[in-house]
């Protein structure tokens, strides 16, 4: 066979591949531990951590024990970290009571971690599920067939206000009520909280993959029945203009930051999200897309820590200024080798 002729080729993108060093200086995205948002779950008491079987790596701490992972992840330089509470069934009831004690534990929580690593941005979820027997966001209407709106909403003021108090820089709405935002941030205010922001879930879809995180704070319990279904006021998974409404009414009515959740199957939201507003952006690797991950990994079908990395790269090229990701410690942890 005579040797082929070179082909006459003006643009070979090839040459900017190389080479590492080449790779390196035209990579377009990083993704820096400064990035990163750890979610915590924390629980009461004085026993050892708890592993979530569906979350691999991922146990619920006692404030001892949560504190000094909150001393890892700052010493990692990890800069922040999102605490979700894991409530004691007795203490649940149809309207979420215990959301309002002034010493239930994600408060009690919150203090201890802002005594011990006062530098460590602190994140809250304001949301009713760990704290009802139905484990909905909200408290139900008289038919019980669905979340009442606006008394769900007078709840989660006091509850951002009893949080701000504790000392959280940020409160983050999780629930999906109308009018939430603009709401809290007026108690905030009335309350002399001024300094405390809103990070909202703005854009938060109906999602089956929060599925591990309901056994993680032990909201699951109606999961499957009438009742679990948060249709109503979580996002349908097939809206996208309807994302950037709802990124628009939180921004309107005060959010700091908002939050498209899960990530990595809704990347164009992200996108699009980051394209329509000046507002930072942050994006929720949730429970599922890292139980996925490492359900693979564990049957020898996919490389973690390159799928790790590669979905976090993936979500940061999609326009998230920050990542809410269970995989925060251990990619901190790596960066930190590669240095
Ligand atoms: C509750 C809340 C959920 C998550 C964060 N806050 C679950 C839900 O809406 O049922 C999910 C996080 C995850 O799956 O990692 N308001």
């Known amino acids: 066979m005579p040797k082929p002729a070179p082909l006459v080729l003006t643009h070979r993108p090839r040459r900017l591949r190389r080479q590492p060093g080449r790779r390196a200086l035209v990579a377009e995205t990083v993704v820096r531990v400064e990035d990163l948002i750890a979610p915590l779950f924390v629980v009461d008491g004085k026993g050892r951590p708890e592993p979530i079987a569906s979350m ?3 146990s619920r701490f006692n404030i001892a024990d ?3 992972e909150c001393r890892e992840l700052h010493a990692l330089g990890v800069p922040a970290v999102a605490l979700f509470p ?3 069934s007795r203490l649940k009831d149809a309207t979420g009571t215990e959301a309002l004690n002034k010493k239930t534990l994600i408060l009690r929580a919150v203090r201890a971690v802002k005594a011990a690593v006062p530098e460590l941005t602190v994140i809250t979820d304001v949301a009713l599920d760990p704290y009802t027997s139905h484990g909905h966001d909200g408290v139900l209407t008289a038919a019980g067939d669905d979340v009442a709106n ?3 909403v007078a709840i989660l003021c006091q509850m951002a206000v009893l949080q701000a108090g504790a000392g959280v820089d940020f409160v983050a709405p ?4 109308d009018g939430r935002v603009g709401a809290i941030r007026k108690a905030l205010d009335a309350a002399g909280h001024t300094d405390t922001g809103i990070l909202a879930y703005s854009a938060k879809f109906n999602s089956a993959y929060y599925g591990p995180f309901r056994d ?3 909201s699951a ?3 499957g029945t009438r009742l679990l279904s948060k249709a109503t006021y979580q996002m349908n998974p097939a809206n996208r203009r309807e994302a950037i409404r709802e990124v628009q009414l939180d921004v309107a009515e005060g959010a700091d930051i908002v939050m498209v959740k899960p990530a990595g199957a809704y990347l164009d939201i992200i996108r699009e999200v980051r394209n329509n507003t000046r507002t930072p952006v942050a994006a929720y690797q949730v429970s599922g897309e890292y139980a996925q991950l490492h359900a693979a990994a564990k049957l020898g079908w996919l490389d973690l820590a390159r799928c790790r990395d590669e979905s ?3 979500i940061k090229r999609a326009g998230a200024d920050m990542i809410l990701t269970y995989f925060a410690k251990d990619v901190a942890a790596s960066l930190r080798g590669a240095k």
């Open 56 to 58: 691999p790596g991922v």
């Open 66 to 68: 949560l504190v000094k």
């Open 86 to 88: 894991k409530l004691d």
């Open 150 to 152: 606006d008394r769900t």
């Open 174 to 177: 999780s629930d999906m009520m």
């Open 216 to 218: 993680a704070v032990g």
């Open 221 to 223: 319990k109606a999961a």
């Open 312 to 314: 976090l790269l993936a």
